[in-house]
Structures are given as C-alpha cells and as structure tokens.
C-alpha cells in the first residue's frame, strides 16, 4: 500500500510541475529600437498652415534663388497660399497644385505662370543627422506631376548643391504611376547620375491610398523603404569611382509637389486640376539600443483586468 501511495503522490507531483513550470517561464519583452524625437502630426483646424516654428514656404519659380524653373524646367509658381497648403480638418497637411487664370497669374521665367503649388522646408528650423524618417503620403495623380519627399544638406549655403548632398526619400511621377525612386545625389552623382533604386506597386497606383514613405539612415549607408519594405539600399560603396560620401552631417526636410520638368514631361489633356498630395504625418526617430526586460508569468491568473 505505501510504495502504491508513494507511485499516486509522484505522478500528482509530475502533473503539477507540467502544469506550473510553463506557467512560471519568465517572458521576455523588447524595446522598439526606434524613439520617436520630432513628429508634425497635422491636426490643425481646416484651412490653417502648417507651423512656421518648424516650417517656411519657399516662394516663386525659382529665379531669387539663380535656379529657374527650380534647376529642373519646372512649370509651378510655389506660393504660401492657404489654397496651396493648408489643413484639411482631418489630420492632414494638403499641398494643392492648381491651374491658374492667366489673366490673374504672376510671371514666370517663361511668361505668364501656368500652375500654382507649394514648397516646404524645415531650413534651420527642424534638421537630423541619422536616424529614421518616415512620412504617410497620399499622392497625387496624373503626367506631368512631380511630388516628393526629400532633404537637402544644411550646409548648402556654405557648399552649394550637389556638394552638400541630396537625399531623395521619396519621388514620383505621375506619367509612372506605379513606380517610386529613392536617390542620392552629391559630387560626382548628381542630377540623371543620382544613385537611386526603384520599387513598383504589383497592382494599382501609389496615388490610390497612403502610403509610408521612409528611410533609415547611419553613418555609410541609407535604406530606403515602402509601408514595410526595404527595397533600395546604398553605402560609401556604391558610389562612382572615388567620389565622396556626404550624408553624415545634419539635412533638412522639403516637401513638395512641382508641375512639369524634364523627368515628368508636361501636364497633357489628360491631367485634371486641382492635383492634391496629402500628408498625414512626418516622423524622425533615433536608433537606441534595444533593451530586453523580464516579466515572471504566475499560474492561474488573469493579467488584463476590467473595471
């Protein structure tokens, strides 16, 4: 009889260690690695602008600056224009290009202006150097459409352009409506030589919902992302021949939407106006450690309450 008890007490004692060991396993739970250190939301009241502490409108075609057409055979007349930039109620900033009445239009550097949008740029006011930039973008639809998403070096004034680098996060053109390029350009790989790489939707348009544009950048290399995937990456490696890597010094953001260039060719009969590039947010996060914590998950009890 005792040995008998002794088997029935050993096999309750197994069944309890099978139940009660997996419960007390210890869980491990890690850190997001990205935290979050600047962000604009968008949340303002509809027709509002966006905050001058952290944005200023670039104005006109580009001849105050020496780069008509803004280096790029550009159509636009950029303007700080609530009817170009302004928010639509609904947490997003709407940069709007429009047609323009000629008899109401300003001029050009080829005559009377034909389009209306707007340029914004974080110049001195919001600038990063690594870390990952992302954006939720709308885009807008039809040939002869130039949005992007992009950041300049904040030593351009110093420098000047392509010295001070350029990096493209997002670009698009309406007569590809598929397709996205991510690009850097800097002495040596500028302009058509940019290093860029190139992803396409596998059906629709990318002006058919939001996406996430975004890249994650360090020192020697930048990777380029859509919603979650990595699909261009380039390093000190890719350059031509000796050229210099000039990405490891604080840029600053622009966001815009041209008309017409010589990458997207003319508006042609198809394009309707008003064209709308819709942001939802932009977001710059540091890369941190990730840190690894340990919680003790005890038997046989509810760990979410309600009230």
């Known amino acids: 009889m005792g040995s008998r008890r002794s088997l029935v007490l050993l096999a309750l004692l197994l069944v309890l260690l099978l139940v009660l060991v997996p419960a007390l396993l210890i869980a491990p739970q890690t850190s997001d690695p ?3 250190v600047w962000s604009d939301e968008f949340n303002g009241a509809a027709g509002e602008q966006p905050d001058s502490a952290s944005w200023t409108f670039e104005i006109g075609d580009g001849r105050s600056k020496g780069i008509p057409g803004w280096g790029n055979s550009e159509l636009e007349y950029y303007t700080d224009s609530p009817a170009n930039a302004s928010f639509d109620g609904e ?6 290009a429009l047609e323009l009445d000629p008899a ?7 005559g009377t202006c034909q389009y209306s949008s707007a340029r914004l740029i974080t110049e001195k006011k919001v600038e990063q150097q690594y870390g990952r930039i992302e954006a939720r973008i709308k885009l807008p639809k039809g040939r002869g459409l130039w949005p992007a998403f992009w950041m300049l070096g904040s030593n351009l004034p110093e420098v000047g352009w392509p010295t001070s680098g350029e990096i493209d996060i997002m670009e698009h053109v309406g007569k590809e409506p598929a397709n996205l390029y991510g690009t850097i350009h800097g002495p040596g790989y500028s302009g058509a030589r940019g290093v860029s ?3 396409s939707l596998a059906s629709g348009a990318l002006a058919d919902d939001f996406h996430r544009y975004a890249i994650e950048w360090e020192e020697g290399q930048i990777r380029w992302f859509l919603d979650e995937t990595n699909y261009f990456t380039t390093t000190v490696a890719s350059l031509p021949g000796s050229s210099p890597w000039v990405f490891d010094h604080p840029f600053y953001l622009i966001l815009n939407l041209a008309v017409g260039g010589g990458w997207p060719g003319r508006p042609d009969a198809t394009t309707q106006f008003p064209q709308e590039m819709r942001v939802d947010y932009i977001r710059i996060y540091r890369w941190q450690e990730p840190v690894t914590t340990y919680r003790l998950q005890l038997p046989f009890i509810n760990q979410t309450s309600k009230e």
Request: charged residues 5%; contains cysteine.
């Open 34 to 36: 990205w935290a979050l």
């Open 91 to 96: 947490g997003n900033l709407v940069i709007t």
């Open 104 to 110: 109401l239009a300003p001029l050009c550097y080829y």
């Open 197 to 199: 790489g190139k992803t």
